[in-house]
Nanobody, 117 residues
Framework: VQLQASGGGLVQAGGSLRLSCAAS????????MGWFRQAPGKERVFVGR????????YYADSVKGRFSISRDNAKNTAYLQMNSLKPEDTAVYYC???????????WGQGTLVTVSS
């Protein structure tokens, strides 16, 4: 499975960005696509995920109400819409796939989001 994340860039605080994660290669009957981020000098943390079959979505508390996840089944692409961005949202954002609850097995290369104050 290959995951290609894109859409990062520089944005002012209060602005918006939409990240994309396109999946290709092997397919699965059911999986979650998750979004994570890693700020400079910090560990990678969970942002949210979507179950590709049910469409159920979960968000980290830190982004609830500001970020939203969606998917386009036909394009095998997930999106992370980020609104009301804050400087503390600055990070490399990664998408990943898991086919079992224990871990994410497939990771994209990451896309940098920089929010200026």
């Amino acid at each position: 499975v290959q995951l290609q994340a894109s859409g990062g860039g520089l944005v002012q605080a209060g602005g918006s960005l939409r990240l994309s994660c396109a999946a290709s290669g092997r397919t699965f009957s059911s999986y979650d696509m998750g979004w994570f981020r890693q700020a400079p000098g910090k560990e990678r943390v969970f942002v949210g995920r979507i179950n590709w079959t049910s469409g159920n979505i979960y968000y980290a508390d830190s982004v609830k109400g500001r970020f939203s996840i969606s998917r386009d089944n036909a394009k095998n692409t997930a999106y992370l819409q980020m609104n009301s961005l804050k400087p503390e949202d600055t990070a490399v954002y990664y998408c990943a796939i898991r086919t079992r609850p224990s871990q994410y097995d497939y990771w994209g290369q990451g896309t940098l989001v920089t929010v200026s104050s």
